[in-house]
């Protein structure tokens, strides 16, 4: 399992065994840096996560939908965004960029 860091502290992230997988956390008292297992989330704070939630509530309503398959939903979201395939995980967005992928879904909804 790979080392994750706090960003913050510069301290291991303390993992812990959930129904969705190994979530991590920063141990020092009131940090709210947390991530998940893989390649697909790095290490973020109260802002960035709350931002990247609701990038997946309107990006996902694409696929599930059925306006767009999966696969073509990120697609289009890399596309906009100008990043490549591999990058385009919402779990590695800063708040800034995943606020931008929540207004791309919520544009493509909208018409």
Not at 20 to 27: D, I, N, P, V
Not at 42 to 60: C, I, K, N, S, V
Not at 83 to 99: M, Q, S
Request: charged letters at 25%.
């Amino acid at each position: 399992m790979e080392l994750k860091l706090c960003p913050k502290h510069k301290i291991a992230l303390v993992p812990n065994e959930t129904k969705y997988g190994t979530r991590f956390h920063c141990r020092q008292d009131g940090c709210t840096v947390v991530c998940w297992d893989g390649s697909t989330s790095t290490p973020a704070d109260y802002e960035t996560r709350q931002a990247r939630m609701l990038a997946h509530a309107a990006f996902d309503q694409l696929w599930r939908s059925g306006l767009f398959t999966r696969k073509t939903a990120y697609k289009k979201l890399s596309v906009y965004l100008g990043l490549k395939p591999k990058d385009t995980h919402i779990g590695l967005f800063d708040a800034e960029t995943a606020c931008k992928a929540k207004e791309f879904a919520r544009g493509l909804l909208a018409v």
